[in-house]
T-cell receptor, first 113, second 114 residues
Framework: DQQVKQNSPSLSVQEGRISILNCDYTNSMFDYFLWYKKYPAEGPTFLISISSIKDKNEDGRFTVFLNKSAKHLSLHIVPSQPGDSAVYFCAASGWGSQGNLIFGKGTKLSVKP | SQTIHQWPATLVQPVGSPLSLECTVEGTSNPNLYWYRQAAGRGLQLLFYSIGIDQISSEVPQNLSASRPQDRQFILSSKKLLLSDSGFYLC?????????????FGPGTRLLVL
């Protein structure tokens, strides 16, 4: 059973517009959520995180929103740039997981000039 | 600052041959270490994690094994590779302290089994 789901395998956005990447989770014990960005043939790089005591965290063009009641989080990128084109992975961890992260399958974002 | 290295970067191996992938972390001590695999069109699958020397947990049954001979060294091995072992292998680390769940990934090793 997939505990972290990214239901959109791909997303295409025009440069300058907002990109919204979504992620749903099923385990109510998750209390820390992360987004990673991955280019082909490279390791994922950490982008932004949020703990369950917050509902929003912002870092430059990237904002993560957490809706605990809906078990849903989203990553907003605004404005989107062609260099943002990559696969974005959502990940979650919870109490007692020893730091283990549960990853979604990723969403491939394409930002078109 | 901390850095994580993986080698080799790419590897082509015949079916049935052995495998050894190495991961080392610099600039930290007693990290948690992880091996993941990303198969074509799939997400990141956790294979092994280690919270200390000779302390390794396996997440999925398979013909792969992991060892941690030193604090900052993590090795992924196989005695006989299968075609299905092809994929992109990623090593990751985190500080190993409560509340520090963010993991940092290495550059990865692309393995092709023919």
């Amino acid at each position: 059973d997939q505990q972290v789901k990214q239901n959109s395998p791909s997303l295409s956005v025009q440069e300058g517009r907002i990109s919204i990447l979504n992620c749903d989770y099923t385990n109510s014990m998750f209390d820390y959520f992360l987004w990673y960005k991955k280019y082909p043939a490279e390791g994922p790089t950490f982008l932004i995180s949020i703990s369950s005591i917050k509902d929003k965290n912002e870092d430059g063009r990237f904002t993560v929103f957490l809706n605990k009641s809906a078990k849903h989080l989203s990553l907003h990128i605004v404005p989107s740039q062609p260099g943002d084109s990559a696969v974005y992975f959502c990940a979650a961890s919870g109490w007692g997981s020893q730091g283990n992260l549960i990853f979604g399958k990723g969403t491939k974002l394409s930002v078109k000039p | 600052s901390q850095t994580i290295h993986q080698w080799p970067a790419t590897l082509v191996q015949p079916v049935g041959s052995p495998l050894s992938l190495e991961c080392t972390v610099e600039g930290t001590s007693n990290p948690n270490l992880y091996w993941y695999r990303q198969a074509a069109g799939r997400g990141l699958q956790l294979l092994f994690y280690s919270i200390g020397i000779d302390q390794i947990s396996s997440e999925v049954p398979q013909n792969l094994s992991a060892s941690r001979p030193q604090d900052r060294q993590f090795i992924l091995s196989s005695k006989k590779l299968l075609l299905s072992d092809s994929g992109f292998y990623l090593c990751a680390w985190n500080p190993g302290t409560t509340g520090q769940e963010t993991q940092y990934f290495g550059p990865g090793t692309r393995l092709l089994v023919l």
